[in-house]
């Protein structure tokens, strides 16, 4: 089974840090996805990998920044925490095969409070 | 662009009664169609999921057939239980537009009583 590994289930951080959220993924996917959800407004995507040091903006980029160095690994950066950046953060991964028609895998979520 | 819509929820249910949480999609062409679901406290996991018209994806008890002609792509389950609680996401894919990320919809709650 594919396993997708958030680093943090939940994270207390103060208006104004940076914040790194982490994701690692086991089963050698191109493709890796950085997710908030929020109550009434479904899924929505911050920003997507495509390969190493490869990125582009999805629906909400602002305030946000991502790192793939590795592979496996995606990164996603709050330069300066604010408070309606409070948010579930899903990570997620997919084969690069049939693209756009790939299921995505999931991780368990990072709960972050912004005070 | 491409979107989906689900029936809002909550949907509550008493346990071992019938279950449709409806589902359409906008993407041209023919776009693989997911459901997803969210058990509280957990990620997304992946239901069960339909690659072209007529195609019926199952698993666990869930079923949904891919419709094209109405695009519509509508979860049902014949008799649900207590552990299926949970939020049920539709997504589809977009081969077409080159865009990689799958689109969800909002989400459906699905609470089921004993």
């Known amino acids: 089974d594919v396993k997708v590994t958030q680093s943090s289930r939940y994270l207390v951080k103060r208006t104004g840090e940076k914040v790194f959220l982490e994701c690692v993924q086991d089963?050698?996917?191109?493709?890796m996805f950085w997710y908030r959800q929020d109550p009434g407004l479904g899924l929505r995507l911050i920003y997507f990998?495509?390969?190493?040091?490869?990125?582009e903006k999805g629906d909400i980029p602002e305030g946000y920044s991502v790192s793939r160095e590795k592979k496996e690994r995606f990164s996603l950066i709050l330069e300066s925490a604010s408070t309606n950046q409070t948010s579930m953060y899903l990570c997620?991964?997919?084969?690069?095969?049939?693209?756009?028609?790939?299921?995505?895998?999931f991780g368990d979520g990072t709960r972050l409070s912004i005070l | 662009g491409d979107s989906v819509t689900q029936m809002e929820g909550p949907v509550t249910l008493s346990e071992e009664a019938f279950l449709t949480i409806n589902c359409t999609y906008t993407?041209?062409?023919?776009?693989?169609l997911f459901w997803y679901v969210q058990y509280p406290g957990e990620g997304l996991q992946l239901l069960l999921k339909?690659?072209?018209?007529?195609d019926k994806g199952s698993n666990k008890g869930f079923e949904a057939t891919y419709r094209k002609e109405t695009t519509s792509f509508h979860l049902e389950k014949g008799s649900v239980q207590v552990s299926d609680s949970a939020v049920y996401f539709c997504?589809?894919?977009?081969?077409?537009?080159?865009?990689?990320?799958?689109?969800f919809g909002s989400g459906t709650r699905l609470q089921v009583q004993p």
């Open positions: 993407a041209t062409g023919y776009p693989s």
């Open positions: 990998s495509y390969d190493v040091k490869m990125k």
């Open positions: 089963m050698d996917h191109e493709n």
């Open positions: 997504a589809q894919g977009t081969p077409y537009t080159g865009r990689r990320a799958l689109t």
């Open positions: 997620a991964s997919s084969t690069k095969l049939l693209r756009g028609n790939q299921p995505q895998h």
């Open positions: 339909a690659t072209k018209a007529d």
